[in-house]
């Protein structure tokens, strides 16, 4: 590997502004991102024998397995040799982390770590128009008709999976299954944990965390326009 390429890690449960966060490293350290939800649904849509093999376990609501998303995620890496890249949702298990790092070793992980009691209390508000998958947010991006999208006026509807009691489950189950691989990539001595309640909270210290361990990178300087 190059010593100017940068390969990155960002891990958040759902609901922590991994999202936002991970665009913002995007744009600023010129990072390639690749999402694993994005690559399978990709590799459905294209209906490769992976992406087959993937949605027979999505369709039953199952993790695809482990050896899948390896193969699936490495090979897509490969492509991606001459750059430097950020990846997103992977790994999910210590086994996933672990043939990662033996293929493809990272040289930073980016945990943002945000209070349960925040997450759930942002999606309980989270309202989506379901033909379009338009999401609303009562507090913070409400549509402009109380319960009516924006485009259509049609109803918004709230996801069973976006009440409070579903959200608590899931968030405890992914900081159960993610916490072997934080502990992996601390024991490598290549995690970095942010605790906050927002984004624009956290991505001021990210972006100097990242700045620092990347010099021969070209980044924006927070300030001008990093944010």
Known sequence: M????????????????????????VKDFGLKHLSSGDLLRAQMIAKTAAGMEAK???????????GLMVELISSELKKMSDVSWLLDGFPRTLYQAEALQEREPVNAVVNLNVPFEIIIGRVKDRWVHLPSGRIYNTEFSPPKVPGKDDVTGEDLVQRDDDKPETVRARLESYEKITRPVLEFYKKKGILMEFTGKYSNEIWPHVHKHLANLTPALQYTDYGKGGV
């Open 2 to 25: 190059s010593g100017n390429l940068f390969r990155a890690i960002i891990m958040g449960a759902a609901g922590s502004g991994k999202g936002t966060i991970a665009n913002r490293i």
């Open 56 to 66: 027979k376990f999505i369709d039953q609501g199952a993790l695809v397995p482990d």
